[in-house]
């Protein structure tokens, strides 16, 4: 069974950090490109960074970039994502998500990725 699973969410002070974690099952991450997504409240679900398969390069949102930071383990079949800095607006439900391996880096197109995990959510609050 085809499964993505978020942990490592919580409650945080604003200049915290976390590190969110995507482990899969019954598939091999490192053939896909991976994202991580978040969705606030009455908001659309926004793309935050990728990791592309095929030369492990990475992209950031404007709104993340020089504070988080992607990451893969092969050997636990798991992406990761380390928070740092974090502020109130980072305050989200976060989701991974896999893509067919893109031609050159990879894309944050929420529509083109197939299979989802569930979310952790994020609180950064004082």
């Known amino acids: 069974q085809v499964q993505l699973v978020e942990s490592g969410g919580g409650l945080v002070q604003p200049g915290g950090s976390l590190r969110l974690s995507c482990a899969a099952s019954g598939f091999t991450l490192d053939y896909y490109d991976i994202g991580w997504f978040r969705q606030a409240p009455g908001k659309e679900r926004e793309g935050v960074s990728c990791?592309?398969?095929?030369?492990?390069?990475?992209y950031y949102a404007d709104s993340v970039k020089g504070r988080f930071t992607i990451s893969r383990d092969s050997a636990k079949n798991t992406v990761y994502l380390q928070m740092n800095s974090l502020k109130p607006e980072d305050t989200a439900v976060y989701y991974c998500a896999t893509d067919r391996p893109q031609a050159l880096s990879c894309q944050l197109d929420k529509y083109e990725y197939d299979y989802w995990g569930q979310g952790t959510q994020v609180t950064v609050s004082s």
């Open positions: 990791v592309s398969s095929s030369d492990g390069s990475t």
